[in-house]
């Protein structure tokens, strides 16, 4: 059973940058693939960026591609979502994701494990 926890949410400007952190429990870290999700109020979760067990393949959803930026390190256990230009439609519930199977997949139904979530709340 993998733990994860995230961190690094807040209340920003829009414009304004964050760096979401998500640590995991699990020793075995770097044979997960790793995604980033969002919820906002009324919404469905929905993908945001992920990357594989090698953090040689990532993948971004077009709302966030040349704003976000997900990376890990695997000797920290830790998977990273550089958020920058935030936009208040980027407010939601921040969800990261682990996937068993190491490929860093866009869709929610290839994740076994979630974390708790973290706020991000953009104003105008």
């Known amino acids: 059973q993998v733990q994860l926890v995230e961190s690094g949410g807040g209340l920003v400007q829009a414009g304004d940058s964050l760096r979401l952190s998500c640590a995991a429990s699990?020793?075995?870290?770097?044979?997960?693939?790793m995604g980033w999700f969002r919820q906002a109020p009324g919404k469905e979760r929905e993908f945001v960026a992920a990357i594989n067990w090698r953090g040689v393949n990532t993948n971004y959803a077009d709302s966030v591609k040349g704003r976000f930026t997900i990376s890990r390190d695997n000797t920290k256990n830790t998977v990273y979502l550089q958020m920058n230009s935030l936009k208040p439609e980027d407010t939601a519930v921040y969800y990261c994701?682990?996937?068993?199977w190491g490929l860093g997949s866009k869709m929610r139904r290839d994740y076994d494990y979630w974390g708790q979530g973290t706020q991000v709340t953009v104003s105008s």
């Open positions: 994701a682990a996937d068993r």
């Open positions: 699990e020793g075995t870290f770097s044979n997960y693939g």
